[in-house]
């Protein structure tokens, strides 16, 4: 296959497409890694398998999630139990409706059999990456599977890495490991910015999302600062 410049030809990639994705991965590649290591160490601490980690990491695949999740993992699963954790981990992936629907254009002429599969390995860094290489004229599809190729890759080996680990690791918090979430996707904000009128849209969501945290406590500050952040985001839509 070959690339082209022209959408309405159809989705077409190439092997320098795929290469391409993969150099534009690459910088990525430490936050990544650290932050698998997180989560297999995370895994491991709370007394996940190795195998039950490994099955998460794979078929689940969407690490601050499966972070909060683990933390607040109960020790009985009651059913008011399981449906607050999945209030909790259908917040936070909810980002993802909206990231896969903007590379509709883009993938959506794929068939069916080829494009689900691969919205499994769509995650914010490759998003970001295929949504730079789309504004500046870029086609080849071939750049978005390079990069969640190698990114998926990363985050697997990082994970079984940080289980294998994870269990000489007594206390996170004492190397840092508690704050590679927070530090990972503020750093995946700043290709994101589009002034400081969208940005009031984050302001408001941190400042309820501490304020939440501060009076109540628990994971609830997730689901405030998400709420508010998108109201806010909406409103300033509305009047543009």
């Keep these: 296959m070959t690339t082209s410049s022209n959408d309405s030809l159809g989705p077409r990639g190439s092997l320098a497409g795929f290469i391409l994705g993969v150099r534009y991965a690459l910088p990525v590649l430490p936050g990544m890694i650290v932050f698998g290591l997180a989560t297999g160490a995370t895994a491991a601490r709370k007394s996940f398998s190795f195998l039950d980690s490994l099955l998460m990491n794979l078929f689940v695949y969407a690490g601050m999630s499966q972070l909060v999740a683990m933390e607040v993992w109960p020790e009985r699963l009651t059913t008011a139990a399981l449906g607050a954790l999945a ?10 409706l909206l990231i896969t629907a903007s590379l509709q254009p883009w993938l959506g002429g794929l ?22 290489y789309r504004a500046e004229g870029g086609s080849d599809i071939g750049v978005f599977f390079g990069s969640a190729a190698v990114l998926a890759l990363a985050w ?23 704050l590679v979430m927070p530090v990972f996707f503020a750093a995946m904000l700043i290709p994101l910015w589009r002034g400081p009128r969208r940005g009031l849209a984050w302001l408001i969501a941190g400042a309820v999302a501490l304020a939440v945290q501060y009076a109540f406590g628990g994971w609830w500050f997730i689901v405030a600062g998400a709420v508010a952040g998108s ?6 839509d509305d009047v543009e």
């Design 111 to 132: 068939s069916p059999w080829k494009i689900y599969p691969a919205l499994h390995f769509a995650v914010d860094p490759g998003w970001i990456i295929s949504m730079r």
């Design 156 to 178: 697997m080996s990082a994970a079984v890495a940080g289980h294998a680990l994870g269990a000489l690791i007594s206390d996170p918090r004492r190397y840092g490991i508690d």
């Design 87 to 96: 209030l909790l981990c259908a917040t936070i992936n909810a980002r993802m």
């Design 231 to 236: 109201v806010v985001g909406g409103l300033l």
